[in-house]
Structure formats: structure tokens, C-alpha cells
């Protein structure tokens, strides 16, 4: 959720990396999601960048001058990855060559041995990684709630930056930042930030949250956490707009009943890893992808109820029934 929850932000605030590194904007439009889709010709051959290469692509391109515009290549990164010093240099020619407009790679780093690493490639020998980094250390905390309620997703983006290294002050000042907004965002950044709190400060910011009036001090805190994640909520309308077109496609009572199903699986899974996130057990790339595979309802339902407590993500599909689909 911490990855999705911060590609969403530069989504909403496009500019974010720019202004929070006090850069000038290279362009005066608003890039869009091009989601990370890029074709071109080199030579005879034909190249494809797909889909899931790059995190986040976002292109300005209105203007007829090559010169013009903004390419953004945004990279959201939790653990060290050797691999990107050959991949970075790569997204950003692919998208460079496919848009034909000054190319950034943004990384938002969640771990200061990737951005040393990061900063390191920017010398040496090619193929350079030429990247701007957001972390810890390039980043401050907005602590100035005026600040904050005024640009909330440079806040939020503050806020678990810091929250990786136990300094969650200015998750408290987020946190009241946010709450004159409208329910859908204000539960959407609460679950960035939740999910960003190591697993030692949680029970501190539930009990904020208590005070705060945001949840009842009479709730279970893992049900709380569930609630205020937004993953409820967001799996349930992704589930029932599914439904709909399901619906609307087969105009039968069985695509009445499938979409009910993928409602049922999109709310469980996004559970499943919400409550490993907020207990400091982010699954790897491997597990997560497990948990989105599965469509049993029946296992998803018992991997919920080990979340809560299992002491690893691998953990969880230990002695896991196999019911029939």
C-alpha cells in the first residue's frame, strides 16, 4: 500500500519532486499517467517498454516543440536494488526516445543504502544513473501546519520519509492536516501514512487516532487499522464497479454473481497486505504478487486472519487450506 499510496501522490501533485528540491518546474503544463507504455523504432528493431517497468510514467507533451515539455520516470523504492544502476539509465532513454522531451528519473527512496547507491551511479563509469532522490536526507519534515494543510501531499510524502527512520512528528502534523478533507482523500493518505509507521510507533499513533476522535477507543486496533486504511472502502468500490460492467456485459444473473466474487477477493487482498504494512511486515514483490494470484475466497478469508499475527509474510501461506475455487 506505502509503494501504490506514494505513486498516487505524484499522480494528484505531478511537480511534487521539483518543488520539494526547490527546482524550477521544467514545463508550465500538468503531466498525466501515460502508464509507463512506450514503443519506438531503433533501426530495424523494434523496442517495447511495457507496462510495470517503470512505477509511474508521467508526460507532458502538449507542446509541438521537442524542447517542450516533460517526461517524469517516478521509481518508489523500500529496499536496496543493484539492478536499477542498469535499469534507471534505461527508462529514462526508452521514454526519452519514445516522447522526445526532456526526460527526469524521480526515485523516492525509503532506504539510505539504495540512495547511496543512487548517488554513486551518478559518477563513475556509463551508463550513469542521472536521478533526482527523494529521501530522509533531500527531504525535510513539514512540521509548519499551515504548510502542510496547504500542500497535504507534499506532507504526507514528508511524513513517511521520515516515519522509515522513527521520526514521526511530522506524521502528527499530517495527520491534522488532513482532516478537513474530503473522506475519500483523508482516508487515502491516513493509510499512506499508517502504512509507512514502523511497527514499534504504531500503537503510539492508534492512540493519537483515539484521541483525535478519528476512530472509537472501544474498536479492535487491527479492525481500526482496516477501517482507517481505506482498503475496505477501496476494494469494495473496485469490486462493485467490476460488478457493474460484469453486469452490464453478460446482463445475466452469473455476472451479477462474479462481480459480488471479485468484490469479495479485491477487499480481502487489499486487507491481507494493508495489515502486514501497518504491522512492519511489507511482503516482498513475491508474496505480494502470491496474494494477488490467489482467488479462493475461502483461503483469502483465512490468510486475513493470519495477517494479524503471523510473524513473517511467508508465514502466512504455511499450512494454508486449498479449497475448491
Request: hydrophobic share 40%; no cysteine; glycine share 6%.
Amino acid at each position: 500500500m506505502l509503494h501504490q499510496g506514494i505513486l498516487d501522490l505524484f499522480r494528484e501533485d505531478p511537480w511534487l519532486a521539483f518543488d520539494l528540491l526547490a527546482l524550477p518546474r521544467p514545463s508550465r503544463g500538468r503531466p498525466v499517467d501515460r502508464q509507463g507504455i512506450a514503443e519506438f523504432d531503433a533501426g530495424d528493431a523494434h523496442v517495447s517498454v511495457r507496462q510495470g517497468l517503470p512505477d509511474l510514467v508521467l508526460v507532458d507533451d502538449e507542446s509541438d516543440n521537442d524542447n517542450t515539455g516533460a517526461v517524469l520516470v517516478i521509481e518508489a523504492q523500500r529496499r536496496s536494488d543493484p539492478e536499477k544502476r542498469w535499469r534507471h539509465p534505461f527508462y529514462q532513454g526508452a521514454m526519452a526516445a519514445r516522447y522526445r522531451r526532456p526526460t527526469w528519473v524521480i526515485v523516492v527512496s525509503f532506504s539510505r543504502a539504495m540512495s547511496a547507491l543512487l548517488r554513486s551511479w551518478s559518477e563513475g563509469p556509463p551508463p550513469r544513473v542521472d536521478a533526482l532522490v527523494l529521501d530522509v536526507d533531500s527531504v525535510p519534515p513539514v512540521l509548519d501546519p499551515n504548510a502542510a494543510r496547504e500542500r497535504p501531499t507534499a506532507a504526507v510524502l514528508a511524513a513517511t520519509l521520515h516515519a522509515q527512520v522513527a521520526d514521526i512528528r511530522a506524521t502528527h502534523v499530517a495527520l491534522r492536516a488532513i482532516r478537513h478533507l474530503e473522506a475519500p482523500r483523508r482516508r487515502r493518505y491516513t493509510a499512506i501514512l499508517m502504512s509507512a509507521i514502523l511497527k514499534h510507533q504504531r500503537s503510539e499513533l492508534v492512540q493519537e487516532l483515539i484521541e483525535e476522535r478519528y476512530i472509537d477507543e472501544k474498536e479492535d486496533e487491527f479492525l481500526a487499522i482496516e477501517r482507517l486504511s481505506g482498503t475496505y472502502h477501496l476494494g469494495h468500490e473496485e469490486g462493485r464497479e467490476e460488478g457493474r460492467q460484469e453486469g452490464r456485459e453478460e446482463g445475466r444473473q452469473e455476472g451479477r454473481e462474479e462481480g459480488r466474487i471479485m468484490e469479495r477477493r479485491a477487499v480481502l487482498k487489499d486487507m491481507i497486505i494493508a495489515l502486514l504494512e501497518v504491522r512492519g511486515l511489507p511482503p516482498s514483490r513475491t508474496d505480494e504478487a502470491h496474494i494477488r494470484g490467489e482467488d479462493a475466497i475461502d483461503t483469502l478469508r483465512t490468510w486475513a486472519q493470519r495477517a494479524r499475527h503471523v510473524p513473517s509474510p511467508r508465514a502466512l501461506f504455511e499450512r494454508a487450506s486449498d479449497p475448491e475455487r
